[in-house]
């Protein structure tokens, strides 16, 4: 095999016969590339011997396992009649097995180690999409983000980003005086949101110590590139957590690689599949995203290749940045699926040896229509192309083997753990608290205020002097006391004086009467 090239199998001519090698050139290898096809037709053994490739050639490469039987590769292949037959009918000789240098990878953490990320590195507009926020919605997560930005607060997990959610609630008045209305609706359907995330695993993915890239970039000491496995069987119950994910990934690899022009060979080689994913109910300004990042992270030596069933699960404009082109057969059977041959065979450059939409339609299963960059960046001639049998194991490892492999991973022990560094959830925690326990201290000091000015008041003290209740003596000496009870006399006069309309009358009557009482 040529040190500059990878083999991906030979072309034949009209009559079946040998044609010649066909190569995928790692000058060209970051210029991205696309791999369609029907279910069976072959995409996950092209995507292997990809893999393969590129790691003999020194290139680290990131895939996903959705079906599980991609782990295959950690293992030594095994010989059987079928490969044995293809590997001889496109003169690949030797045919030698061999197992590749794997790490395994799990959001879960269950079939490899943890894949991390924080709240902060995921962003606002990711997250948006991942909770599937409205107009509205989205502009209150900013804000949210604005204001963790201003007050310091670290947002690493998804309790974080709740105690923050609280936070900007509490504060709406004052918050959408500045920034625009912050309704507590809003808030109240991102929290409901991130409910039901956690609820689906999202937590596990929230966290520290998050991914370093430089670890899925790694190499062997013999050179070989590591083949970084992400098991995604699981985390395909929950397709839009997925494809968030790797759009997360592939965001980061752009934003923290630096510029290296046109490299030899691809310093990472990004393998996107189930890629129809990414693209559905997508927001404009997220598909323009992909296409900026597609656009701009080939001079980062970053190669992306997009696994899917239909070419037409790729929007136009990133489609048009995929220089290989590997096709499976396509069917075409209803109006639509005749439109994605049709788009598929219109996108290659023609053969006048046969027709592309025709021969889309007959391939068998392990053969494509191959189209790659040629010197100076030209597309190739299509070829009807048998695609070379793996090197490495066809079909999933056992858990015996995974385990093993896991324990000699060059990154074991360094994720399995999650470390909860003080962050906005405690800063807020903490806040609230002393906010708390300073009312309450207010309240207590209010309380003593109100009890020191009611002592300053004192009763008055009939018939001792003056002196205080407090402060008199008892006295030993026995008074009479005189009754309160009116006599009927007085009663007589007070009835006479009340029934007597003018004041000279009330008069007369009082010194008739006062006569009348002094003599008894």
């Known amino acids: 095999m040529a040190e500059d090239s990878i083999f991906l199998g030979a072309s034949r001519h009209p009559d079946d016969s040998y044609q010649q090698a066909e190569r995928l050139l790692l000058k060209y290898a970051n210029r991205h590339g696309l791999v369609t096809g029907a279910t069976g037709t072959g995409k996950t053994v092209t995507l292997q011997i990809l893999a393969e490739g590129f790691s003999n050639a020194g290139v680290p490469v990131f895939c996903a396992d959705v079906k599980g039987d991609l782990s295959g590769i950690a293992m030594m292949g095994e010989e059987k009649d079928f490969l044995s037959k293809r590997a001889d009918t496109i003169k690949l000789d030797p045919y030698a097995f061999q197992e590749f240098p794997v790490i395994f990878w799990d959001l879960f953490g269950e079939k490899g180690h943890p894949i991390r990320t924080t709240i902060s590195e995921m962003g606002p507009l ?3 999409r991942l909770m599937n926020l409205s107009d509205a919605q989205e502009g209150v997560l900013n804000i949210a983000f604005r204001i963790a930005d201003e007050e310091g607060l670290l947002l690493l997990d998804m ?11 509490d504060r709406a008045d004052e918050i959408g005086a500045r920034y625009g209305n912050v309704s507590k609706q809003s808030v ?11 609820q689906q695993g999202a937590n596990f993915f929230f966290g520290e110590p998050a991914l370093k890239i430089s670890d899925i970039m790694r190499t062997t000491p013999d050179g070989r590139g590591a083949i970084n496995v992400l098991a995604a069987d699981k985390l395909m119950m929950n397709p839009r957590l997925y494809a968030t994910f790797l759009l997360w990934l592939l965001s980061e690899l752009f934003e923290e690689l630096p510029e290296v022009g046109d490299p030899d ?3 990472l080689v990004f393998f996107f599949d189930e890629a129809h ?3 559905d109910e997508a927001p404009k300004i997220l598909v323009d995203r992909v296409e900026q990042v597609v656009r701009l992270i080939r001079s980062k030596g970053v190669g992306v290749y997009f696994v899917t069933q239909n070419p037409l699960d790729v929007p136009e404009t990133v489609l048009s940045q995929l220089g290989n082109r590997i096709q499976h057969a396509l069917r075409a059977y209803t109006p639509r699926e005749q439109k994605a041959v049709k788009t598929a065979a219109d996108t290659f450059r023609p053969n006048p040896d046969f027709d592309c939409f025709e021969a889309i339609t007959k391939l068998g299963v392990g053969e494509a229509l191959v189209s790659t960059l040629e010197a100076k ?3 190739s001639m299509v070829q009807r192309t048998l695609i070379r049998p793996p090197a490495s194991r066809l079909g999933p490892i056992t858990d015996a083997e995974r385990d093993r492999l896991l324990k000699a991973s060059p990154v074991f022990g360094q994720y399995d753990e999650s470390v909860d560094r003080e962050s906005a959830f405690e800063i807020l925690q903490k806040k609230a608290a002393d906010k708390a326990k300073a009312e309450a201290e207010a309240q207590k000091a209010e309380e003593a205020g109100e009890v020191e000015e009611r002592s300053r008041w004192s009763l008055p003290d009939f018939g001792n002097g003056g002196t205080s209740t407090k402060t008199r003596r008892k006295t030993t000496t ?3 006391r005189t009754s309160n009870r009116q006599s009927v006399t007085e009663a007589a006069i007070k009835s006479v004086v009340r029934s007597v309309g003018t004041s000279l009358g009330r008069a007369l009557v009082r010194g008739i009467l006062g006569s009348l009482k002094k003599g008894r």
């Not at 309790?159 to 609630?169: E, F, G, M, P, S």
């Not at 109240?188 to 956690?198: D, H, S």
């Open 126 to 128: 990711l997250l948006s």
């Open 159 to 169: 309790k974080d980003l709740q105690a923050l959610l609280v936070h900007v609630a």
């Open 188 to 198: 109240g359907a991102i929290q409901r949101t991130l409910l039901v995330l956690e």
């Open 265 to 267: 060979r691809p310093r």
């Open 277 to 279: 994913l990414l693209f």
């Open 377 to 379: 960046g030209v597309p």
């Open 478 to 480: 026995t008074r009479r």
